[in-house]
Structure formats: structure tokens, C-alpha cells
């Protein structure tokens, strides 16, 4: 498709905002774009509702952590990043307090492991064979 040209963004529903903006943040490494709250009820969202727009330091597609869709549960979606090391993401990651839920695994497609964020999200850290 010549029009659309990337990924830019994806909602991701959350429990409790200010704890997952955290791990994102202090476990993960995101920056943090915007951090909005409606402060009056606006387009069918409640006043009250909120959402974090956060990246990656190299950029790319936007994580917006959500709390404005009543139809988006939390602990609900699979996610991949990708790493040129996973031996050192891994040490890295544990060494923040990030809890595996899978060790590293060697497969014709590339190495990875997995872990949680607090609402249940999975995420899984490739080191793609490419």
C-alpha cells in the first residue's frame, strides 16, 4: 500500500495508570510523549479518563496506555520487541525486577523470552535470526 506507511500507535487498556506508566518507564525504558486526562467529558469520554502516549529511545511506533475504551480490558494483548542482544536485554531486564515467564529459548526463527507487564500484557523480547 503506497498511502499508509507505517505503524504509529496502538492503545493498550490499563488498570491502574500510574503503576503501569512506571514499569513501562523505570523497567522498560520508555519516554514518555504526553500524559493527558480529560478534564471535561468530550466525545463520548468520560471526564476523568486518561491516556500516556510513551516510545522507545530509538523511536518508531507509540505505546498509549489507556484507560478511555470501555470496550479494551486490561491484560489482553501479545507484543514483541526486538533486541540485537538477548543475552544482555535479559540480564538487564531481570536486574530491574522484570519477572520472566519464559527463559531465553533458542528456535529456527530466532531466540527470545517473555514476561509480563502488571495488568497481565505479554511481552516477548526477540533477537530475530535476521
Known amino acids: 500500500m503506497k498511502t499508509i506507511d507505517k505503524l504509529m500507535m496502538f492503545h493498550m487498556a490499563?488498570?491502574?495508570?500510574?503503576?503501569?506508566?512506571?514499569?513501562?518507564?523505570?523497567?522498560?525504558?520508555?519516554?514518555?510523549?504526553n500524559d493527558f486526562t480529560y478534564d471535561k467529558a468530550q466525545a463520548g469520554?468520560?471526564?476523568?479518563?486518561?491516556?500516556?502516549?510513551?516510545?522507545?529511545?530509538?523511536?518508531?511506533?507509540?505505546?498509549?496506555?489507556?484507560?478511555?475504551?470501555?470496550?479494551?480490558k486490561p491484560g489482553g494483548m501479545k507484543l514483541y520487541l526486538s533486541t540485537p542482544d538477548i543475552e544482555a536485554a535479559y540480564k538487564e531486564l531481570t536486574a530491574k525486577g522484570v519477572k520472566p515467564t519464559a527463559e531465553i529459548t533458542h528456535a529456527g526463527w530466532g531466540t527470545s523470552f517473555g514476561f509480563n507487564d502488571p495488568d497481565g500484557n505479554q511481552w516477548l523480547v526477540v533477537e530475530s535470526k535476521n
Do not use: H
Not at 14 to 33: A, I, P
Open 45 to 72: 469520554v468520560p471526564a476523568g479518563s486518561r491516556w500516556i502516549s510513551m516510545e522507545l529511545p530509538g523511536g518508531g511506533t507509540s505505546i498509549n496506555l489507556t484507560n478511555v475504551f470501555e470496550n479494551m
Open 14 to 33: 490499563v488498570s491502574n495508570m500510574d503503576e503501569v506508566k512506571e514499569f513501562y518507564t523505570e523497567m522498560l525504558g520508555f519516554r514518555v510523549t
